[in-house]
T-cell receptor, first 114, second 117 residues
Framework: NAGVMQNPRHLVRRRGQEARLRCSPM?????VYWYRQLPEEGLKFMVY????????ESGMPKERFSAEFPKEGPSILRIQQVVRGDSAAYFC????????????FGSGTRLTVV | AQSVAQPEDQVNVAEGNPLTVKCTYSVSGNPYLFWYVQYPNRGLQFLLK??????LVKGSYGFEAEFNKSQTSFHLKKPSALVSDSALYFC???????????????FGTGTLLAVQP
């Protein structure tokens, strides 16, 4: 019973390149959440998705960031034209549909922009 | 808006001593509260949650938390700390802005627990 799988674990991109972060939720989980962790800033919510739907993207920067959770395949967090300030750990979590469950987190993708 | 506050950036405790990591919350309605732990270079791991019922909630690794409605607190406790408990601890509250239909969690800024041998 695999947990939440994120890949890659580490990603290095040059400024201006695109970064694609993948998240496969736990089996049976239909809700996916993306969080960003910056040093000294804790865990910040970015986006909440269900299959083929974005439920809440209130934490997503207005430009360059997008997320999807297609009917088939993993959820993708895409960052276009990366800048140094995008360097962070990005965590994906999943949950079943019931509202009072907590999350299961992946191990994260550490993005470094050089 | 729902929020949680962790007033201490770091808590230091000697091994064998009791530990407390503080968390206060602000919600409109009944709170759904959680504690998670993060070890270095890892994702967050679930420790315990309060949904309803007994105010004292027991969780993983010997941790427990006490829900106090009058003080709007949900402090994490352990009777006897271990060096291996050293990690970053996050308190979280479920966001109720969608009328209960969401499972979005709002996290505190984290408290680093350092247990000295």
């Amino acid at each position: 019973n695999a947990g939440v799988m994120q890949n890659p674990r580490h990603l290095v991109r040059r400024r201006g390149q695109e970064a694609r972060l993948r998240c496969s939720p736990m089996k049976g989980h239909s809700h996916v959440y993306w969080y960003r962790q910056l040093p000294e800033e804790g865990l910040k919510f970015m986006v909440y998705l269900q299959k083929e739907n974005i439920i809440d993207e209130s934490g997503m920067p207005k430009e360059r960031f997008s997320a999807e959770f297609p009917k088939e395949g993993p959820s993708i967090l895409r960052i276009q034209q990366v800048v140094r300030g995008d360097s962070a750990a990005y965590f994906c979590a999943s949950s079943p549909g019931a509202a009072n469950y907590g999350y299961t987190f992946g191990s994260g993708t550490r993005l470094t922009v050089v | 808006a729902q929020s949680v506050a962790q007033p201490e950036d770091q808590v230091n405790v000697a091994e064998g001593n009791p530990l407390t990591v503080k968390c206060t919350y602000s919600v409109s309605g009944n709170p759904y509260l959680f504690w998670y732990v993060q070890y270095p270079n890892r994702g967050l791991q679930f420790l315990l949650k309060y949904i309803t019922g007994d105010n004292l909630v027991k969780g993983s690794y010997g941790f427990e938390a006490e829900f106090n409605k009058s003080q709007t607190s949900f402090h994490l406790k352990k009777p006897s700390a271990l060096v291996s408990d050293s990690a970053l601890y996050f308190c979280a509250v479920r966001d109720l802005n969608y009328g209960g239909a969401t499972n979005k969690l709002i996290f505190g800024t984290g408290t680093l627990l350092a247990v000295q041998p």
